[in-house]
């Protein structure tokens, strides 16, 4: 099989672990519930992390200092995209997204997927950033209503029919496992074709640098 040219910039599960290993080590547990909340968007902006730091952290009497968002943006586990851009690093999302759900369960996951969707239709930043706004919504909605997700994304892309996912699959190398869940196909599409914009209008990933 061919190297994926959009994972060969992830990290490998193992050295995910490690990073988030190393990253609760470094600034603790409370840190770490954190960054499980913020795994789920994918892409964030400081306001984005702040607001769910505010909803589902402090409002749940879970208090964590304000520098922790800092420290997440500015960690491994996060890459830069712009300014005001981080994504997760997506082997370390997907680490973070287990952790959050083996101590909340579902519906925090499914919470956070509505409070996105509603913040997606009030900043005015992200409504500047088409194909960021695409993207976030897809990944709310893969938790919310998958089979809707996956058709709007087959949609979304050149061709006709079925033969859409194939020709996107050729593009950007590559899989869906079929025996995943429609909702983790729909997020799985829905972070590989974020990856992908990306690789295709040649924006490497950046590193912040932070230790």
Same mark, same amino acid.
């Given at each position: ?91 370390? @999302?997907?680490?973070?997204? &287990?952790? $959050? ?10 919470? %956070?997927? *509505?409070? #996105? ?16 706004? @695409?993207?976030?919504?897809? &990944?709310? $909605? ?10 709007? %994304?087959? *949609?979304? #892309? ?21 025996? &995943? ?31």
């Amino acid at each position: 099989m061919r190297p994926d040219p959009i994972k060969e910039h992830w990290l490998s599960e193992e050295m995910a672990i490690q990073e988030v290993v190393a990253f609760e080590r470094r600034f603790g547990e409370r840190h770490l519930l954190l960054a499980c909340h913020a795994a789920l968007p994918f892409i964030l902006t400081p306001e984005l992390l702040n607001l769910i730091h505010i909803n589902f952290l402090d409002n749940q009497k879970i208090r964590i200092p304000w520098f922790a968002e800092a420290d997440f943006l500015l960690s491994p586990l996060c890459r830069q995209i712009d300014d005001t851009l981080f994504e997760v690093e997506p082997r370390v @999302r997907e680490v973070l997204l &287990i952790l $959050l759900e083996e101590r909340f369960k579902c519906r925090q996951l499914t919470d %956070i997927a *509505d409070f #996105l969707l509603a913040y997606l239709q009030k900043s005015q930043e992200l409504q500047r950033r088409t194909a960021t706004t @695409r993207t976030l919504r897809w &990944i709310a $909605l893969s938790y919310l209503a998958p089979d809707e997700t996956i058709k709007e %994304i087959v *949609d979304s #892309l050149p061709g006709a029919g079925m033969g859409r996912v194939h020709r996107q699959c050729a593009i950007v190398d590559f899989e869906i496992p079929v025996s &995943i869940s429609q909702q983790h196909r729909a997020i799985f599409v829905a972070g590989a074709f974020h990856g992908a914009v990306r690789r295709i209008r040649g924006c490497p990933h950046q590193t912040n640098g932070a230790q």
